[in-house]
């Protein structure tokens, strides 16, 4: 069973240019969490996707970013217009959706995101 | 290679009463120490971090941890629990030059009224 997969690993952007970050869920999980990961600081959760259903954004910046988890397919994080401060590390965890609150996360192994 | 321990599996208090959840890490360099809570069907939120600055770091919520370097531990603490505060908890390591999280098992936090 392969874990959480994200791809590409590595990602070089300019300045006002599209980012499209892909996550694959472990098989079987319907939950995905993405979070940001900012030079030498923790964890910045962004959003919670359940399939079709954005389940909480509370972390998501208003402007330029946007997150989809469609029927079939990766988890997408989009980030329009790209600027500088944007360039992080961006990690995606799932989790298999059960009747337990608590669901354990599963992390992949992030994209590094640089604007130049 | 970091690691970190998280002592217990679920602590249960008492609303009003004080709250220890105890963290022990291992590290070969200067690691940085984060705690996170996971409230029921939510992501992780950051509740403090330590990254080489001063040893008893105040994070959201009410909540400190100290980082004792000749304990090698990182426990959290609030001095009075509230009901909403009945979550997992999370005691995070990294080591500053490769930014590799190591996570431990979790606490599951019980509130009593």
């Known amino acids: 069973n392969a874990g959480v997969m994200q791809n590409p690993r590595h990602l070089v952007r300019r300045r006002g240019q599209e980012a499209r970050l892909r996550c694959s869920p472990m098989k079987g999980h319907s939950h995905v969490y993405w979070y940001r990961q900012l030079p030498e600081e923790g964890l910045k959760f962004m959003v919670y996707?359940?399939?079709?259903?954005?389940?909480?954004e509370s972390g998501m910046p208003k402007e330029r970013f946007s997150a989809e988890f469609p029927k079939e397919g990766p988890s997408i994080l989009r980030i329009q217009q790209v600027v500088r401060g944007d360039s992080a590390a961006y990690f995606c965890?799932?989790?298999?959706?059960?009747?337990?609150?608590?669901?354990?996360?599963?992390f992949g192994p992030g994209t590094r995101l640089t604007v130049l | 290679a970091q690691s970190v321990t998280q002592l217990d599996s679920h602590v249960s208090v008492s609303e009003g009463t004080p709250v220890l959840l105890r963290c022990n890490y291992s590290s070969s360099y200067s690691p940085s120490l984060f705690w996170y809570v996971q409230h029921p069907n939510k992501g992780l939120q950051l509740l403090l971090k330590y990254t080489s600055a001063a040893t008893l770091v105040k994070g959201i919520n009410g909540f400190e941890a100290e980082f004792k370097k000749s304990e090698t531990s990182f426990h959290l603490t609030k001095p009075s629990a509230h009901m909403s505060d009945a979550a997992e908890y999370f005691c995070?390591?990294?080591?500053?030059?490769?930014?590799?999280?190591?996570f431990g098992a979790g606490t599951r936090l019980t509130v009593k009224p």
């Open positions: 995070v390591v990294s080591e500053s030059w490769n930014n590799d999280m190591r």
């Open positions: 965890a799932s989790s298999p959706g059960t009747e337990d609150p608590y669901n354990e996360q599963f």
């Open positions: 996707l359940q399939k079709e259903n954005i389940i909480d």
